[in-house]
């Protein structure tokens, strides 16, 4: 017998064995699980606490209903459906468990779910895989012409996710979010960190949890584009206030091996006049991988370091691994204490890595941020190695986590077994660091992660898109990165300008990569140099690249460069105010066309331009040797070329100038910006 009832607001059915729930989750939004017996509150998610969300509950009455056993009403009575009414979306359900979600307005449908087959089983699917776990499925229709955009970041180079099989695991360069925007008026969350995929097919779309104990999704509705955004900013939280020094220049490369050496770098930008906010000391500072602590054979007065870099108006970033070489001074109590992860078979060695002290490669342990004791354990060594020194900065790398082989079925944590939880990871890591910097009573810090996962931007945390290539083809595919993540939730992006492997900075032809990629970088959200240049020495503690400093490139690139760091600072201002808007609306500094334009067809397609806010269209040259590009400029606008003034009318295709030392910008009808000087 299949049931429904209405209960604490919103609406359950159930049948046999399966539990579902529809309840309203904040403004124009519901939330929906289901189970096969109870439901769960005790599931990590990305989901805030319930908002105070009236919904309007309609149960229908199935007096006289003739329900077969497959559990589909008479052919000559319709079935009413259940409805729950939440603002713009309202969620139907069938007698046979259908969910069906429209625009309240009007009855358009924006989503409904379909049934693997016409008998069995049905749209959701619960395979058992043993101990109480199941392979989960959730299917939804395709539509004709839909768009899908978000789902994290992915180096594939697509705007446009629809027609993608995506892994929904964490890797290097490749940061799961399971959000998804529609250009039907909906977004949806997948909110699970179970290790999975998501089929964006022709014939259907399927989200698949491996191995999990409940399904559970978000779907809002909004008239625009910047509508979902901002319901899903308050469903998963929203970025903190950005600091003002972060909107400038930061320093990177691999490594500085020393003090000296990087307090030198500093000393020749200032010496030439030139704006630096950040620099960065890499990995192997440090004495063993997990002491997080300086090694003072090659940075003797680390305290001194500070002070000196903080009278020059420069904040100092250190690499923070979650990674724990046996050797570390901390390995035991962390293994007695039960904050590794752990092996479901065996002693919890993740990886091998080389470290200091050793000529081999040596068995190292992730440490297990979903744990509040782990939290306060790592917190408590950052606070008196780092944080007293003044240092508030913090690049957590390698924290997908880079275990080799990653096996997330091999794995329990403080959340739950590996399957289940996986994803949560980078989240969890950037939140150690958050809540740690919150007690203490810092508000201008940050962190500075490799992956991330939905929710990770309430932290305080920024993105990079990883290591990756260096060439045209990796920067275009940056482009579509980071408007993805930036519609996923995440504002505070950026790439290695230049990409990361690799790369000849007395070769001609990369020189030009790396030039255009500057062009680009100084547009982003973040504005970050980095990478591991020619020539390279073998992986170890002596290890170092090539040089990668804005005078590293030859007297045109350094030229053309200096240029652009005049530009960054003239911009951040503006990039201030987008920053800020970011926090309080979820609205991206760096947006695809269509979120500004969403009447225009041709904005959805975009994959090679952006917005800066509203006002700054950057279109970044992708290609070797190129002088010129094609910009389309979205309708309903005039748009000014900030180099030349030249004005042009949206809603067409325009070949602009794009000399070596020119990235295309124009300007929003009469949006008054120092763009060019």
Same mark, same amino acid.
């Given at each position: 017998?299949?049931?429904? $009832?209405?209960?604490?607001?919103?609406?359950?059915?159930?049948?046999?064995?399966?539990?579902?729930?529809?309840?309203?989750?904040?403004?124009?939004?519901?939330?929906?699980?289901?189970?096969?017996?109870?439901?769960?509150?005790?599931?990590?998610?990305?989901?805030?606490?319930?908002?105070?969300?009236?919904?309007?509950?309609? &149960?229908?009455?199935?007096?006289?209903?003739?329900?077969?056993?497959?559990?589909?009403?008479?052919?000559?009575?319709?079935?009413?459906?259940?409805?729950?009414?939440?603002?713009?979306?309202?969620?139907?359900?069938?007698?046979?468990?259908?969910?069906?979600?429209?625009?309240?307005?009007?009855?358009?449908?924006?989503?409904?779910?379909?049934?693997?087959?016409?008998?069995?089983?049905?749209?959701?699917?619960?395979?058992?895989?043993?101990?109480?776990?199941?392979?989960?499925?959730?299917?939804?229709?395709?539509?004709?012409?839909?768009?899908?955009?978000?789902?994290?970041?992915?180096?594939?180079?697509?705007?446009?996710?629809?027609?993608?099989?995506? +892994?929904?695991?964490?890797?290097?360069?490749?940061?799961?979010?399971?959000? =998804?925007?529609? *250009?039907?008026?909906?977004?949806?969350?997948?909110?699970?960190?179970?290790?999975?995929?998501?089929?964006?097919?022709?014939?259907?779309?399927?989200?698949?949890?491996?191995?999990?104990?409940?399904?559970?999704?978000?779907?809002?509705?909004?008239?625009?584009?910047?509508?979902?955004?901002?319901?899903?900013?308050?469903?998963?939280?929203?970025?903190?206030?950005?600091?003002?020094?972060?909107?400038?220049?930061?320093?990177?490369?691999?490594?500085?091996?020393?003090?000296?050496?990087?307090?030198?770098?500093?000393?020749?930008?200032?010496?030439?006049?030139?704006? /630096?906010? =950040?620099?960065?000391?890499?990995?192997?500072?440090?004495?063993?991988?997990?002491?997080?602590?300086? +090694?003072?054979?090659?940075?003797?007065?680390?305290?001194?370091?500070?002070?000196?870099?903080?009278?020059?108006?420069?904040?100092?970033?250190?690499? /923070?691994?979650?990674?724990?070489?046996?050797?570390?001074?901390?390995?035991?109590?962390?293994?007695?204490?039960?904050?590794?992860?752990? *092996?479901?078979?065996?002693?919890?060695?993740?990886?091998?890595? /080389?470290?200091?002290?050793?000529?081999?490669?040596?068995? &190292?342990?992730?440490?297990?941020?979903?744990?509040?004791?782990?939290?306060?354990?790592?917190?408590?060594?950052?606070?008196?190695?780092?944080?007293?020194?003044?240092?508030?900065?913090?690049?957590?790398?390698?924290?997908?986590?880079?275990?080799?082989?990653?096996?997330?079925? *091999?794995?329990?944590?403080?959340?739950?077994?590996?399957?289940?939880?996986?994803?949560?990871?980078?989240?969890?890591?950037?939140?150690?660091?958050?809540?740690?910097?919150?007690?203490?009573?810092?508000?201008?810090?940050?962190?500075?992660?490799?992956?991330?996962?939905?929710?990770?931007?309430?932290?305080?945390?920024? =993105?990079?898109?990883? +290591? %990756?290539?260096?060439?045209?083809?990796?920067?275009?595919?940056?482009?579509?990165?980071?408007?993805?993540?930036?519609?996923?939730?995440?504002?505070?992006?950026?790439?290695? %300008?230049?990409?990361?492997?690799?790369?000849?900075?007395?070769?001609?032809?990369?020189?030009?990569?790396?030039?255009?990629?500057?062009?680009?970088?100084?547009?982003?959200?973040?504005?970050?140099?980095?990478?591991?240049?020619?020539?390279?020495?073998?992986?170890?503690?002596?290890?170092?690249?090539?040089?990668?400093?804005?005078?590293?490139?030859?007297?045109?690139?350094?030229? %053309?460069?200096?240029?652009?760091?005049?530009?960054?600072?003239?911009? $951040?201002?503006?990039?201030?105010?987008?920053?800020?808007?970011?926090?309080? +609306?979820?609205?991206?500094?760096?947006?695809?066309?269509?979120?500004?334009?969403?009447?225009?067809?041709?904005?959805?397609?975009?994959?090679?331009?952006?917005?800066?806010?509203?006002?700054?269209?950057?279109?970044?040259?992708?290609?070797?040797?190129?002088?010129?590009?094609?910009?389309?400029?979205?309708?309903?606008?005039?748009?000014?070329?900030?180099?030349?003034?030249?004005?042009?009318?949206?809603?067409?295709?325009?070949?602009?100038?794009?000399?070596?030392?020119?990235?295309?910008?124009?300007?929003?009808?009469?949006?008054?910006?120092?763009?060019?000087?």
């Amino acid at each position: 017998m299949n049931t429904f $009832r209405e209960h604490d607001g919103g609406l359950e059915w159930h049948s046999r064995h399966e539990s579902l729930r529809i309840e309203p989750w904040g403004p124009d939004s519901v939330r929906v699980r289901a189970a096969l017996g109870p439901l769960r509150d005790d599931i990590p998610g990305a989901l805030l606490e319930l908002p105070d969300t009236r919904a309007e509950v309609i &149960v229908p009455d199935l007096t006289g209903l003739t329900v077969f056993k497959n559990g589909l009403g008479s052919p000559t009575d319709p079935v009413p459906p259940a409805r729950l009414v939440n603002g713009r979306i309202t969620a139907e359900l069938t007698v046979d468990g259908l969910l069906r979600f429209v625009r309240t307005q009007d009855g358009t449908e924006l989503l409904a779910e379909r049934p693997a087959h016409f008998w069995w089983p049905g749209s959701r699917v619960h395979t058992p895989v043993g101990h109480g776990y199941h392979r989960l499925e959730q299917n939804f229709q395709a539509y004709e012409a839909e768009r899908l955009y978000g789902l994290g970041q992915r180096q594939h180079g697509l705007l446009d996710q629809k027609g993608t099989v995506i +892994d929904l695991v964490q890797r290097n360069t490749e940061i799961t979010i399971p959000f =998804v925007l529609s *250009n039907r008026g909906y977004g949806l969350l997948w909110n699970s960190p179970a290790v999975g995929r998501v089929e964006m097919v022709r014939t259907g779309t399927r989200w698949v949890a491996d191995s999990a104990r409940q399904i559970d999704y978000w779907i809002t509705a909004g008239d625009q584009p910047a509508d979902i955004l901002r319901s899903y900013a308050d469903a998963t939280g929203h970025a903190p206030a950005f600091p003002d020094w972060a909107t400038g220049f930061w320093q990177c490369k691999l490594r500085y091996r020393t003090q000296e050496e990087l307090l030198e770098v500093v000393r020749e930008y200032k010496r030439r006049g030139l704006p /630096i906010s =950040v620099i960065v000391a890499d990995f192997f500072h440090w004495t063993r991988l997990g002491d997080w602590k300086f +090694d003072h054979a090659e940075w003797p007065d680390p305290a001194a370091m500070v002070r000196e870099l903080d009278e020059l108006g420069v904040k100092l970033m250190v690499s /923070i691994w979650p990674s724990v070489n046996r050797s570390s001074e901390n390995y035991d109590e962390l293994e007695h204490r039960g904050l590794f992860a752990a *092996n479901e078979y065996g002693t919890p060695a993740h990886a091998t890595w /080389i470290d200091k002290g050793a000529d081999h490669r040596v068995m &190292v342990s992730f440490y297990d941020p979903t744990n509040p004791e782990t939290r306060a354990y790592v917190w408590s060594k950052v606070q008196e190695n780092y944080q007293r020194l003044g240092i508030n900065l913090w690049w957590l790398d390698a924290c997908e986590p880079e275990m080799k082989p990653g096996h997330p079925a *091999n794995l329990r944590y403080h959340a739950g077994h590996g399957q289940e939880v996986a994803n949560l990871y980078p989240r969890e890591n950037a939140r150690l660091f958050h809540e740690g910097m919150a007690a203490s009573g810092n508000t201008d810090g940050m962190s500075f992660s490799r992956s991330a996962w939905a929710g990770s931007q309430r932290y305080g945390t920024a =993105v990079w898109s990883g +290591d %990756i290539g260096t060439d045209f083809a990796s920067l275009r595919a940056q482009i579509a990165a980071g408007l993805n993540i930036g519609l996923s939730g995440i504002p505070w992006w950026t790439t290695d %300008i230049g990409g990361f492997h690799g790369g000849d900075p007395d070769d001609p032809a990369y020189r030009e990569v790396l030039v255009r990629w500057f062009q680009f970088g100084a547009l982003c959200p973040i504005f970050r140099l980095h990478g591991f240049r020619l020539p390279w020495l073998p992986l170890g503690g002596e290890m170092t690249g090539g040089p990668n400093e804005v005078w590293s490139y030859g007297e045109e690139a350094y030229e %053309i460069m200096c240029s652009y760091l005049e530009l960054r600072e003239r911009l $951040r201002p503006y990039i201030a105010e987008q920053m800020a808007t970011a926090a309080r +609306d979820g609205l991206p500094p760096m947006r695809p066309l269509f979120l500004e334009f969403p009447e225009d067809e041709t904005a959805w397609t975009v994959a090679d331009q952006f917005l800066l806010g509203p006002d700054l269209l950057v279109a970044p040259v992708t290609a070797a040797g190129a002088v010129s590009r094609e910009v389309y400029l979205p309708a309903r606008a005039r748009w000014r070329c900030a180099w030349t003034d030249t004005t042009y009318e949206g809603g067409t295709w325009h070949t602009l100038d794009a000399p070596l030392d020119r990235i295309p910008l124009l300007l929003r009808d009469d949006a008054q910006l120092p763009a060019a000087g």
